[in-house]
């Protein structure tokens, strides 16, 4: 989310607002679902990653 974030560079002044890409496409919502997206793929990878059979460790 870190690169989501309004900034504006000390020596260009070039101007980086996530914002103006949720506007050029109609999609007021765009960083909000894009966070809701992430959230759900972290719950599902967990329910998987615990359904997951226990591993048996070898003894040397």
Known sequence: M?????SKDKDSQIVND???????HDD???????L????????ETMKVVNGLPGLKERKN
């Open 2 to 6: 870190d690169r989501y974030q309004f």
């Open 28 to 34: 007021p919502k765009y960083i909000l679902n894009l």
């Open 18 to 24: 996530p914002n103006d890409w949720a506007r050029e």
């Open 36 to 43: 809701k997206s992430i959230i759900t793929v972290s719950l």
